[in-house]
């Protein structure tokens, strides 16, 4: 398999996982919303599961795949602005939703039900987004 390929599961998946624990994170101690922060809670552990065989028989081509130097890295304007903790909220469940169509497409490679499961996290993200909006728009 083609080193790229592990350099956009090892860059997808870190980046998931990023954007839903910050998404967690506002939740859990913005709003004290146990239900919500569960349900993002049980995701983020889910997807951690589901890659972990990928992961294990895959982990040096992965590692040795990762490279800081990301010509995509640069930060744009809309990036840095944000406006209250909705905003900060939507960009980061956007960037796990992203990340987990990525993955989706991605793991086509290699496993067809793997890939199944992805498009279920982001279809269950998507469900997770919407009643956390309602929660968070209520906070003042």
Known sequence: MDTGVYRIIDANLN?????IRVSEDILRFASDNEEMT???????HDIFNAIKELRK?????LVSARDINDVGVKTTESEKNKENLVDLFLANTQRGKESL???EEVLK????D???QFKNFRFKLYGIEKS?????????
Do not use: P, T
């Open 15 to 19: 980046r998931v996982m990023e954007g």
């Open 38 to 44: 569960a349900k993002l809670k049980v995701l983020r």
């Open 57 to 61: 028989e895959h982990i040096d081509e």
């Open 101 to 103: 169509r990525v993955l």
């Open 109 to 112: 490679l290699f496993d067809k």
């Open 114 to 116: 793997l890939s199944q």
């Open 132 to 140: 956390a909006v309602k929660v968070l728009s209520r906070i003042k």
